[in-house]
């Protein structure tokens, strides 16, 4: 059978795409390809979010072209996710090899187009059509595929985003918001813990909005089983979904959201030992989803929270919907449910009209805060949407300056909270070798700071209290704490 080769671009639920196509291609017989110099088939994955990962993938198409192609014709080159859902044929248009672009609601078609490339029946295929259920459709796992079992794994809970940030091109490349249904779900993380996953994290563009625009009602686009059933959950009609089997009179009253129903269901399934979710918004996170933090001992102290900016004007102008003052007072009740909550964001610099004042603020509201982590991105221009034509773009030069200054504090900040850790015993679930040096092991406290350790293989999957020893640059070192091993 053929094999073949992702490389993917981009954010987690990207790597989710990747991962469920990838198991997709494997139960119809596919290998993977261990690289793309000796693949039969030859996907990038993209990411549209900056101007930079579209050349990224772009780049890297022309030298797989240069090489791959070069040295064995009758390869099969495609592009898949974002950027090939907001370029579409222009793509084939640019680079006459790519012989596939498959758009976000398609990936289930993987299968289908690379047996109709392969075989000779069609020379070029573009499909960036909506479908209806698609959200339904990313749910295989490549669970200890080439390598040892798999703790963590990702579930997408949703696909798309109605929120229309001014400088986002997501709701374009993604479509609308469309929730899988919590029974769908809660289907998906029972059958990963039974094969030995000891914590999930949630994906959506913003889960804090999921179950809020109904569900798909039947799965039809479900994969199909060995005898050719479908499987998941299906014709369920929409009220049970949000009434799960938990449900009680008080919780009525409690007016719970559909997330936090959901993590509620989540966290009922036994062996599951940690539950995750990325990312939130800060308009729809209500004390009902901080309540959750301080009610379900499997739900981590960690929250990613994305601010984008510190000054309300700005917000304002992205159409975030919150203020610096709402923002921060989620903050706060975070840390009265739990003190050690972990606390990380994504902040934008250079958004066209922020001022020096405006990106001061952006700088205060960092040292208010406190981050443990921030992802700075500089504002990057993405066609089609609202910012791109706003008057003021901020100079590329001033965007790298307020990066370098932005960086300069969250660093400082990080690296006094790391330090924090230095002498404490703290949980760890040890997730395999470490990157750098796989002589060693690594793991994840619960508020999300990656430990490295001397450990070794029987140690992965474990929950382990181990003493934190130092701090490097958003890295702690620890020492087994070996009476309290699990
Ligand atoms: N959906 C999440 C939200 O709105 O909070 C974030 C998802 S987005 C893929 C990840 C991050 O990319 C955003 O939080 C934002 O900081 C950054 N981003 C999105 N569009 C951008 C742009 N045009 N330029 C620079 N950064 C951008």
Do not use: W
Not at 181 to 189: L, N
Not at 347 to 363: H, R
Request: aromatic letters at 6%.
């Amino acid at each position: 059978m053929p094999s073949v080769y992702i490389k993917t671009y981009g954010c987690q639920m990207n790597e989710r795409d990747s991962e469920a196509v990838a198991a997709q291609l494997v139960a119809k017989g596919y290998t993977l390809a261990p690289s793309e110099a000796v693949a039969d088939v030859i996907l990038l994955n993209t990411c549209s979010v900056r101007d930079f990962a579209e050349q990224k993938a772009i780049n890297k198409m022309v030298n797989v072209i240069a090489d791959a192609r070069r040295a064995r014709p009758d390869v099969v080159l495609g592009f898949m996710g974002c950027m090939a859902q907001s370029r579409g044929q222009e793509l084939i248009d640019r680079l006459p090899d790519v012989d596939l672009v498959l758009g976000t609601q398609k990936f289930h078609r993987v299968v289908d187009y690379l047996d109709e490339l392969l075989a000779g029946r069609r020379e070029k295929i573009v499909d960036v059509a909506e479908e209806q259920g698609s959200e339904a459709t990313i749910r295989e796992h490549l669970l200890n595929g080439n390598s040892p079992k798999s703790v963590t794994a990702f579930v997408s809970i949703m696909q798309g985003c109605n929120q229309y940030c001014t400088f986002c091109i997501v709701p374009y490349t993604r479509g609308e918001e469309r929730s899988r249904t919590i029974p769908d779900v809660v289907t998906e993380c029972r059958q990963l813990v039974s094969q030995g996953v000891k914590e999930i994290t949630l994906l959506g563009q913003i889960v804090t909005s999921y179950g809020k625009r109904g569900f798909g009602k039947i799965d039809s686009l479900a994969p199909r089983g060995t005898s050719g059933e479908r499987v998941g959950v299906r014709g369920i009609l929409e009220n049970e979904l949000l009434t799960p089997a938990l449900s009680s009179p008080g919780e009525e009253r409690e007016k719970k959201s559909p997330f936090v129903k959901l993590l509620d269901a989540v966290h009922e399934i036994e062996g599951l030992e940690r539950i995750r979710f990325t990312s939130p918004h800060p308009k729809g996170y209500g004390d009902d989803l901080i309540e959750a933090y301080a009610r379900l001992p499997k739900l981590v102290e960690h929250a990613h929270l994305p601010v984008q900016s510190g000054s309300d004007r700005v917000l304002k102008l992205m159409h975030r919907g919150y203020t610096r003052a709402r923002y921060v007072g989620i903050i706060e009740k975070l840390r009265q449910a739990k003190p050690d909550i972990g606390i990380s964001t994504d902040i934008i610099v250079g958004f066209p009209g922020e001022t020096e004042d405006d990106f001061e603020q952006t700088l205060s509201l960092a040292r208010e805060v406190e981050f443990d982590q921030a992802y700075i991105f500089k504002y990057s221009q993405r066609r089609d949407t609202p910012a791109a034509e706003m008057p003021d773009q901020v100079p590329q030069q001033i965007r790298e300056e307020r990066n370098q200054r932005l960086l300069e504090v969250i660093n400082e900040i990080a690296k006094r909270r790391y330090s924090a850790f230095v002498g404490r015993q703290t949980q760890l679930l040890v997730e395999g070798p470490s990157k750098k040096n796989p002589a060693r092991m690594t793991g994840r406290t619960r508020c999300n700071k990656i430990v490295v350790f001397d450990g070794s293989e029987r140690h992965r999957g474990q929950l382990m209290d181990v003493q934190i020893t130092r701090a490097g640059s958003f890295t702690l070192y620890g020492d087994p704490f070996v009476l309290g091993e699990h």
